[in-house]
Each structure stands twice: as structure tokens, then as C-alpha cells.
């Protein structure tokens, strides 16, 4: 039934149910979500709407509008990073493919998003691209049959379009260069996802996570940043100045200025018209710094500060150079499974890509009770965790027939969000999934993105890498730091999980067993920091003597249920349930 509450939103109360849709065996979890939402209400910190709110349609748009501008930031950047090495011309026709990617990857967030927030775990959970992916991505792109070749002579057939000798001796034009490396991705994203749609269907999560704690996550996710080190100094370099100028206005706005809030008009049912403090700085340092290095670049092109001449190093920091992108793109496009072709599928792919699944589910669990947590909602019990797993096992595999070039994920920076706009309602979430879907389909939208210059996307690299690193390395703190043994562990992994794939790369056909499915299966595996890194840690944490508190994993279960009272019995039998 549907009650109107005093400030004008409507509460949805299902009786017998809570919000993961389930009908509990007792009401202790509700009863303790109920007592922390008064003792929020005397300290000010109240949810302005939970997650079973729906607060009114233009509320919803403009809280959905919100979410949908804080992940913009972080999904742009996937496609225009994987563009050169999925062979993606510097051309009108290329420009035009790097839209398309940002169009599908828009529209499967959407769909994704949708689905976890009304059949997955039901929390206010934004679901978009993840990095987690990238790195065995960008192994398998770097095999031998998936190098780019030189584009033949403009004479060549008397072509009017650009034409390639691929690698498997075929001619083919720039579109099929680049979808031929695209089928094989996705076919490897696909084909591993599953491995996370029957983690959720059997519930065997709980047993994996028995063995992966802070000092296999740790390294394995920093590895993720540190290893893209490459893909941030090569746009940066294009112009280290403006690089420099957006990671600066991204500092300050994320740091320095985080706790200013700036006055907005504001209506309510309730208040009426009145003024609201945001913290908006805070909430979109990303386009904050995307838009002032942008117009900066924009002001250096109009006076010709920036050379006219293609040739020079800094050319490419201009705006017009991709500038007919925009127009040359259609104005609405479906993004549908099999766009590229169809999916190609390889063993060496897929036994890469299952690093990028683990880490992507571990990440999800956490993501799922922090967002409990600032949403007024109990903890999520096992099977709505399974079922958020599997949905976005699903999501993943939909991004693999999609073409999107990456997977799925829940996005961190949303349900920070939450905290600080106080609204958990899964209605916002839906809409901002609804927006996405719309906006995916219209490519004129996807296009304005292509045109940022390649410096400014440099400087967003260089410090949103940095703190995917950051993250990685902030789950130590849950383990003794004291300890020879978890320092050894910590520090071998990552050196190995750097120096390794850098050694794999500076001496590429090293590996020569004699049969090609080997050597492509050990040459990804190799080349992917985060698998080296991850497995090693994985390895030696598991069999080097050493105490569960000592190695972080107590503290580390604790903060993930968001419980510090239970004592470490209580706690591991809870989490074996």
C-alpha cells in the first residue's frame, strides 16, 4: 500500500516485506534499521527519502539527472581508452566508432542499472562500465594476430576509403579493422561472465570469499591503476600544461573545496520555494574539471595558441580536431547483441577475463553494504546478495553480446553520492538507468564526448588511475601491518605483478610451446598485472601460516557486514550462512 508522507513523498509498504523482497524470519534487522533512522533523526543525519520512497516525478528526474552527471565522468573514459588499441582509425569514420562505443556503453548501463535495482539486490545501486576488465582486455589485444597494421597506399585498388593488410592476411577497411578485435573481446567478457551468473544462482560466493581477503584484493586492484600508467602519459603528453590544468581543477574541487556547499534554489510540497547548500564540488569534481579545461582548450584553439599544423605534438590538445564527429554522427542509433559481428570466442580470452569477473564480484558485495548502510535499509541478507550477483553476471554478459568493450559494475562514486544527498530512494536510481538507456540511443549525444581533447582526457586519467591504486592499497588497513609475513606478501605481489607483464611486453613471442592455444592462454595470463599480482597474493596468503586476525580477514568481514560488535565466531558462522 502507498502512504503520503507530510513532506510530499509517497512511502511504498509492502506488507510482509522489506526491501529485497523477501519475507523475513524475524524482524531483528528491521527493528536495528528502524532505531538507527530515529537516533539519525536527532543528529540531524536523516534520510530524506529511503529506499522505499518515491519522491515526486520531477524530484525523481532532477535526483536522477544528478547520478546519471556523477557517472558520466568515470564511463567516458573506457571507450576512448581502449580506442587505439582496438585499432580505431584517428579519422572521421574512427570518431564516429568511438561514439558508437560511448552509445553502447550508455545504453547497457541503463539496462543494467534498471535491472538491479528492480529484480537484483533492489538496492539504489547504479550499475556501469568497470576497469576491472580492462587490464585482460588490453592482454588480449596485445597478442600477435590483434596488432595494428599500417593502412595500405591511397592508391591501392583505387579505394576512396582506407584500407588494411589485417594480420590474418585479409584487406579490410577501418570499421572491420577494429569490430574484428571488438568480437573477440566481447566473446571472452561473455563466455567468463557466466562464471558469475552461476556464482549467484548456486550461492557458491560465500564459499570463495573464505579464501580471497584484503591481501589478495589489495594488490590486485591496485595493480588495476598502477598498470595503466601507459594509457595516462600518452594522452597527457599530448599537452602537459593542459593535463596538468584539469587534474589541478579535479584536486581542488575533490579535496580542497569538497566541504564548501554552494546555494541552489530549491521546491518542496513542504518548504516551498528556499535555498538548499549543496556540496557540488564534492559531487562532480570530474565534470567540473571536464568543462573548464575544456573551454580552455576551446579559448587556445579560437587564438591559435595551439598549432593548425596535424604534424605537431600538441595539434591534438585543440577542439576542432574531432569536431566533425558530431555532425557526422546519426542522431539516433539502437545499440542491439551482435552490432560488431558475432561474438569470437578463445580460451586465452576467457580464462584472462575470469580475473576481471573475481574482482569485479568482490567489489560488488562491499558496494552492496555500504549502500544498505546509507540508504536506511537492513543488511543485505545471502540470497539478495546472490541474486545482485547474478543480475550483474547477466549485465556483464549483455555488455559481452553488446559490444561495449568492457563489463559491468556497481559504481562507488554513486552510492557516496547517497551519503551525501541523504536520498536512497531506488525510484532515482531507476530513472538515472531510464536516462541512460534514452540518452545511449541518441549517438549526437555520445559524439560531443569523442571531442574532448586528449590532453584533458589525460589529466583525468592521471588521477582517476591514481585512485583506483588508492583504493586497492585502502584495504590494508584491515591487516597487521607489523607482520613480516603480510609485508612479504605485499610487496612481492606487486613487484611481480609489475614487473612480469612488463617483461611480457618488451619481449613479445617469448613464449613458444608449440601450440598456439597455450601460448595465447599464458601470454594473457602474463600480461595481465591484476592476475599476476591477484594470484600470487592469493597463493601465498592462503599458505603461509598466519592467523585470520593477522591477515585482516576479521576486520575485513566486520567492515563489509558493517558490524564491529560480533566476536569472531558469531561473525564467521554469519558469514558461512
Request: with cysteine; net charge negative; charged share 15%.
Amino acid at each position: 500500500m502507498e502512504m503520503e508522507t507530510e513532506n510530499g513523498k509517497t512511502n511504498t509498504v509492502e506488507e510482509g516485506r522489506t526491501n529485497y523482497g523477501f519475507v523475513p524470519e524475524d524482524n531483528i534487522e528491521v527493528q536495528v534499521a528502524s532505531a538507527d533512522n530515529k537516533k539519525s533523526k536527532k543528529d540531524g543525519s536523516a534520510l530524506l527519502y529511503s529506499v522505499e520512497d518515491t519522491p515526486a516525478w520531477y524530484t525523481c528526474l532532477v535526483l536522477g539527472l544528478q547520478h546519471y552527471l556523477i557517472a558520466v565522468g568515470a564511463l567516458i573514459g573506457l571507450p576512448l581508452l581502449l580506442a587505439p588499441n582496438l585499432c580505431i582509425a584517428d579519422d572521421d569514420n574512427g570518431d564516429v566508432a568511438r561514439a558508437f562505443l560511448i552509445s553502447s556503453l550508455f545504453f547497457n548501463s541503463g539496462i543494467c542499472t534498471l535491472l538491479q535495482t528492480t529484480v537484483g539486490v533492489r538496492l539504489p545501486i547504479m550499475q556501469g562500465g568497470t576497469f576491472s576488465f580492462l587490464p585482460p582486455t588490453l592482454a588480449i589485444l596485445a597478442l600477435p594476430h590483434n596488432q595494428c597494421p599500417d593502412p595500405l597506399p591511397s592508391e591501392f585498388r583505387n579505394s576512396s576509403v582506407t584500407l588494411y593488410n589485417d594480420t590474418d592476411g585479409s584487406i579490410v577497411d577501418g570499421n572491420e579493422l577494429w569490430m574484428r578485435r571488438m568480437r573477440e573481446v566481447q566473446g571472452a567478457i561473455a563466455v567468463a561472465s557466466v562464471l558469475q551468473i552461476v556464482l549467484g544462482l548456486t550461492g557458491a560466493i560465500g564459499f570463495l570469499l573464505r579464501f580471497i581477503g584484503p591481501l589478495t584484493i589489495a594488490p590486485a586492484v591496485a595493480l588495476i591503476g598502477l598498470d595503466l600508467f601507459s594509457a595516462a602519459y600518452f594522452n597527457a603528453s599530448v599537452q602537459w600544461g593542459i593535463a596538468m590544468f584539469t587534474a589541478f581543477v579535479m584536486i581542488l574541487c575533490s579535496q580542497y573545496l569538497k566541504n564548501i556547499k554552494v546555494p541552489i534554489p530549491t521546491f518542496s510540497r513542504a518548504k516551498k520555494c528556499h535555498i538548499t547548500r549543496t556540496p557540488l564540488f564534492k559531487m562532480f569534481p570530474v565534470l567540473f574539471a571536464l568543462i573548464t579545461a575544456w573551454i580552455l582548450c576551446l579559448i587556445f584553439t579560437e587564438t591559435n595558441v595551439f598549432p593548425t599544423d596535424p604534424n605537431h605534438p600538441n595539434y591534438r590538445a585543440r577542439t576542432d580536431v574531432r569536431s566533425n564527429v558530431i555532425s557526422n554522427a546519426p542522431w539516433f542509433r539502437f545499440p542491439y547483441p551482435g552490432q560488431w559481428g558475432l561474438p569470437r570466442v578463445t580460451v586465452a580470452g576467457v580464462v584472462g577475463m575470469f580475473a576481471g569477473v573475481v574482482a569485479g564480484f568482490v567489489e560488488s558485495i562491499g558496494d552492496y553494504y555500504a549502500c544498505a548502510r546509507l540508504s536506511g535499509a537492513p543488511n543485505p541478507p545471502s540470497h539478495a546478495i546472490n541474486r545482485g550477483i547474478l543480475v550483474e553476471g547477466f549485465g556483464c554478459v549483455l555488455a559481452g553480446v553488446i559490444g561495449t568493450g568492457t563489463a559491468t559494475t556497481s559504481f562507488s562514486e554513486n552510492i557516496g553520492a547517497i551519503g551525501i544527498t541523504r536520498v536512497g530512494s531506488r525510484r532515482v536510481l531507476q530513472v538515472a538507468g531510464g536516462l541512460f538507456v534514452i540518452l545511449g540511443m541518441l549517438s549526437k549525444f555520445g559524439s560531443i564526448f569523442v571531442a574532448i581533447p586528449d590532453p584533458v582526457i589525460g589529466g583525468l586519467f592521471c588521477v582517476m588511475f591514481g585512485m583506483i591504486a588508492a583504493v586497492g592499497i585502502s584495504n590494508l588497513q584491515y591487516v597487521d601491518l607489523n607482520s613480516p609475513r603480510n609485508l612479504f606478501i605485499i610487496g612481492f605481489s606487486l613487484f611481480m605483478g609489475l614487473t612480469v607483464p612488463e617483461w611480457m611486453k618488451a619481449n613479445r613471442g617469448v613464449i613458444n610451446t608449440g601450440v598456439l592455444e597455450v601460448d595465447q592462454i599464458l601470454s594473457v595470463l602474463l600480461e595481465t598485472a591484476m592476475l599476476v599480482g591477484g594470484l600470487l597474493a592469493l597463493v601465498l596468503d592462503n599458505t603461509i601460516p598466519g592467523t585470520e586476525k593477522e591477515r585482516g580477514i576479521v576486520s575485513w568481514r566486520r567492515a563489509q557486514i558493517g558490524d564491529v560488535t560480533e566476536d569472531e565466531e558469531t561473525l564467521n558462522k554469519r558469514i558461512e550462512e
